[in-house]
């Protein structure tokens, strides 16, 4: 069945650094891809996605270029801050029988510290 | 606009005793999933309604696990009788229509000792 992967937490970076967390997928057919955000005591949000091939996700400074030849999802960042501190889950869309659900990777959590 | 609601935030029992979730998705979403996240894990879909009909069930543990939405609108999810193994966070989430984007509640943490 499809799949998602993402690289083992937890992850601990200083102010201004570059993020990368990795994610990839293995799915049939053509899902479109998410990035998922949990800050500490809040519920999922959506930080961004991409629904075909090459697209690029953007928000709040992440981005994420969706790779169909690596099936890779990458979450960057230039220079993160301390609010960007959370648990990020990469997930994918599957419509296996009828229905539309996401599938999730186990999650990443980063520290960032000041 | 009111996001997805659930209640309570925190449950503590016993195994082999049962218990309830409610969810109260956004106003005028069909749409309506039950999430289990057992800790260090990514978020599992149970169940997924449309309007008040099951849409997917295959991974609802359905000797235990049981759950309705009768007006199309909120949800209870039960778990009888939990097992050790149930301990996690329930996520409610809806949207407008399926593949369109989902919105999450802030969890249940169950706790079975």
């Known amino acids: 069945g499809n799949s998602v992967t993402q690289m083992e937490g937890p992850v601990t970076l200083s102010e201004e650094a570059f993020l990368t967390i990795n994610c990839t997928y293995t799915?049939?057919?053509?899902?479109?891809l998410f990035w998922y955000v949990q800050y500490p005591g809040e519920g999922l949000q959506l930080l961004l996605k991409?629904?075909?091939?090459?697209d690029k996700g953007s928000n709040k400074g992440f981005e994420a270029t969706y790779r169909k030849e690596t099936t890779s999802f990458h979450l960057e960042k230039g220079s993160v801050q301390v609010s960007d501190s959370a648990v990020y889950f990469c997930?994918?869309?599957?419509?296996?029988?009828?229905?539309?659900?996401?599938?999730f990777g186990q999650g990443t959590r980063l520290t960032i510290n000041p | 606009e009111a996001g997805v609601a659930q209640s309570p935030r925190y449950k503590i029992i016993e195994k082999r005793q049962s218990v309830a979730f409610w969810c109260n998705p956004i106003?005028?979403?069909?749409?309506l999933y039950w999430y289990q996240q057992i800790l260090g894990q990514g978020p599992k879909l149970l169940i997924q309604?449309?309007?008040?009909?099951?849409?997917?069930d295959s991974q609802l543990p359905k000797d235990r696990f049981s759950a309705e939405r009768l007006k199309g609108v909120d949800s209870t999810l039960k778990i009888q009788p939990a097992k050790l193994e149930d301990s996690a966070v329930y996520l409610c989430?809806?949207?407008?229509?399926?593949?369109?984007?989902?919105?999450f509640g802030p969890g249940t943490r169950l706790t079975v000792l």
């Open positions: 309604f449309q309007n008040n009909g099951v849409v997917d």
């Open positions: 989430a809806s949207s407008l229509y399926p593949g369109n984007e989902q919105f």
């Open positions: 997930a994918l869309s599957d419509t296996g029988q009828g229905a539309q659900k996401l599938v």
């Open positions: 106003s005028g979403h069909a749409t």
């Open positions: 799915a049939t057919g053509y899902p479109s």
């Open positions: 991409a629904t075909k091939a090459d």
